[in-house]
């Protein structure tokens, strides 16, 4: 097998793999819930961010990063986006970093 092929192969295998793992210990119903409730009236209901600043979720913005970078940033937030340390439990947070991901398309 060539070069080329088995980075194409990682490629498809490596986003998979994430997507299973987080999809079997989150709950995307409830993410999405939370997320209409917390996070789109910046980030969109699509994630195509309608505040400016807010990071699009729909092109994949901040979401090259791992589940527990994920939480620890939306726990503390940066500029515009709150912090959701004791607005949300744990779990809910990665109900809702199970959701965002879905977004990007
Ligand atoms: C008041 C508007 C607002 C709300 C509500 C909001 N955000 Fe944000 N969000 C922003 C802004 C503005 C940024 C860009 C901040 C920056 O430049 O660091 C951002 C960036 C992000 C990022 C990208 C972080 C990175 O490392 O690039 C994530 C992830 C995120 N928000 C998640 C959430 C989640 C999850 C919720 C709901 C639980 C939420 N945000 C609610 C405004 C908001």
Redesign the pocket.
């Known amino acids: 097998m060539n070069i080329k092929l088995i980075i194409i192969k990682l490629l498809i295998l490596i986003p998979t793999l994430i997507l299973a793992t987080t999809a079997a210990s989150s709950d995307l119903e409830k993410g999405r819930n939370?997320?209409q409730k917390?996070?789109q009236?910046?980030?969109g209901h699509d994630g195509k961010n309608t505040?400016a600043?807010?990071?699009n979720f729909k092109r994949g913005?901040?979401?090259f990063?791992s589940d527990s970078a994920?939480l620890e940033?939306?726990k503390k937030g940066?500029?515009?986006?709150?912090g959701?340390l004791g607005i949300?439990k744990e779990q809910q947070i990665f109900d809702?970093i199970a959701y965002?991901r879905t977004l990007y398309k």
Not at 78 to 82: I, L, Q
């Open positions: 939370i997320y917390n996070c009236m910046c980030h505040m600043t807010a990071a913005k901040g979401l990063q994920l940033r939306i940066d500029k515009a986006c709150p959701y949300l809702v965002i």
